[in-house]
């Protein structure tokens, strides 16, 4: 069974850091593309971004304006969001994803930024 | 970025009802389109992808069509557990955008 397990979330003052990670499980992690989208309180969704299979190329959502990374570590097929410099507007469910096409999804890790 | 309008907000209908959800892109997409279904307290599921292919495991009576900037997702004798909100997601160009999302609820 294909799962996705976030953790790291948790409340952040403004400006602060906080690193997420996802680990998978029940497929070859190595094989995937990895992305990370967030829900909003108002319950939108937003693509962050996204990156390859061995990790050398990552996509980001202009809105993130170079504040957040992505990394992974196939040998632990673990995905990382690494965020930095957060800000109110980052308040949200944090999901990781397989794919572009989300054929599966974590439980979500919740991040909530606020003094 | 493509601009995903999605309609109708939110969406009343009785057991056994056929409903149809649409959304339009700001642009052309080309079939780069998804939708997913996400229960109250779940998180999202993929139910179509490339506008009109029906995901493993999901049930007979979703489908998914359209071209160009206009698609639709199509759920046909409504059943209980249908409710939940919908989302569209366009992956033909980045930044991928998703609709704002519909509500489905039961009369």
């Known amino acids: 069974e294909v799962q996705l397990v976030e953790s790291g979330g948790s409340l952040v003052q403004p400006g602060g850091s906080l690193k997420l990670s996802c680990v998978a499980s029940?497929?070859?992690?190595?094989?995937?593309?990895m992305d990370w989208v967030r829900q909003t309180p108002g319950k939108s969704l937003e693509w962050i971004g996204e990156?390859?299979?061995?990790?050398?190329?990552?996509n980001y959502a202009p809105s993130i304006k170079d504040r957040f990374t992505i990394s992974r570590d196939n040998a632990k097929s673990t995905l990382y969001l690494q965020m930095s410099n957060v800000k109110s507007d980052d308040t949200a469910i944090y999901y990781c994803t397989r794919s572009y096409v989300m054929d599966a999804w974590g439980q979500g890790a919740s991040v909530t930024v606020s003094s | 970025d493509i601009q995903m309008t999605q309609s109708p907000a939110s969406l009343s209908a009785s057991l056994g009802e056929t409903v149809t959800i649409e959304c339009r892109a700001s642009e052309d997409i080309y079939n780069g389109l998804a939708w997913y279904q996400q229960k109250p307290g779940k998180s999202p599921q993929l139910l179509i992808y490339?506008?009109?292919s029906l995901h493993t495991g999901v049930p007979s009576r979703f489908s998914g069509s359209g071209s160009g900037t206009q698609y639709s997702l199509k759920i046909n004798s409504l059943q209980s557990e249908d409710v939940a909100s919908y989302f569209c997601q366009q992956y033909y160009n980045y930044p991928n955008t998703f609709g704002a999302g519909t509500k489905l609820e039961l009369k």
């Open positions: 029940g497929f070859t992690f190595s094989n995937y593309w």
């Open positions: 490339n506008a009109n």
């Open positions: 990156i390859n299979t061995d990790g050398s190329k990552t």
